[in-house]
C-alpha cells in the first residue's frame, strides 16, 4: 500500500482501503489484493479519503480533491452518488437503513444522505 488512508471492512470478510496516491484497493479475507478500483473501473481519483460497503456489498469512496462520493458496485459502472453539498469529504459510514453518513472536514459536522 501507498499512503494508505481509511479503511473498511467488506461483507464476508476482506476489508478496503483508500491510498493518498489516488487509489482504492480491495483485499480478500486472506488479505490478498482482490482489485484496484481504478484498474477495475476505469475511475480516476482526485485524492481518495473515507470509504464503506453497503448491504448489498458495493463500496462507497470519498473523494476530497473531487468533493463528491462514489459507489462502485461489483458489476456495472460507477455511480457519483453526491455531487453537492460537501465540501472536504472525510470519513464515511454506511447504515443498514440506506443513509450515508458523511465527516465534512471543512464545516465540522456530519452529512446524511438516503
Known amino acids: 500500500l501507498q499512503g494508505p488512508r481509511y479503511i473498511s471492512p467488506v461483507p464476508g470478510g476482506g476489508f478496503v482501503v483508500s491510498e493518498e496516491c489516488g487509489d482504492v ?57 453526491v455531487s453537492t453539498g460537501l465540501r472536504r469529504p472525510a470519513g464515511m459510514a454506511c447504515s443498514s437503513s440506506g443513509h450515508l453518513f458523511v465527516a465534512d472536514a471543512v464545516e465540522n459536522c456530519v452529512k446524511v444522505f438516503k
Open 25 to 81: 484497493k480491495v483485499f480478500m479475507s486472506s488479505h490478498k489484493l482482490l482489485c484496484s478500483l481504478s484498474s477495475k473501473y476505469g475511475h480516476q481519483f482526485g485524492n481518495p479519503a473515507g470509504v464503506c460497503v453497503d448491504t448489498e456489498g458495493s463500496i462507497l469512496v470519498a473523494d476530497e480533491q473531487r468533493r463528491t462520493v462514489h459507489l462502485f458496485p461489483e458489476h456495472g459502472a460507477p455511480v457519483c452518488l
